[in-house]
């Protein structure tokens, strides 16, 4: 099973940027997938998730309005736009069977694509 995220960079406040997250290596039905990120000495938080089968998504109050997570064929993406220097962080993707907001209850994880955004 492959995650792979791509899509961060600078962008500045205000601005848009789109993560991607390709998945490979098997059939992620009733999987959901979701969006955590790392700030600097801060700890790993929910961001946003989708089921890839129901389409019902989630999103942390933070990121509420300004985020959109959607799904198409294998990929998932967010979709972040009105950008804050305070959504700078690693942004990483993952997936587990069923719905949780908690990082450790995810089984698969790709590897993280930075964000940064100036003020």
């Known amino acids: 099973v492959q995650l792979q995220a791509s899509g961060g960079g600078l962008e500045q406040a205000g601005g848009s940027l789109r993560l991607s997250c390709a998945a490979s290596?098997?059939?992620?039905?009733?999987?959901?997938m979701g969006w955590f990120r790392q700030a600097p000495g801060k700890e790993r938080e929910f961001v946003a998730a989708i089921g890839w089968t129901s389409g019902n998504t989630y999103y942390a109050d933070s990121v509420e309005g300004r985020f959109t997570i959607s799904r198409d064929k294998n990929t998932v993406y967010l979709q972040m736009k009105s950008l804050k220097p305070e959504d700078t962080a690693v942004y990483y993707c993952?997936?587990?069977?069923?719905?949780?907001?908690?990082?450790?209850?995810?089984?698969?994880w790709g590897q993280g694509t930075q964000v940064t955004v100036s003020s």
């Open positions: 290596g098997r059939s992620f039905s009733y999987y959901y």
């Open positions: 993952a997936a587990r069977l069923g719905f949780s907001k908690l990082g450790d209850t995810y089984d698969y």
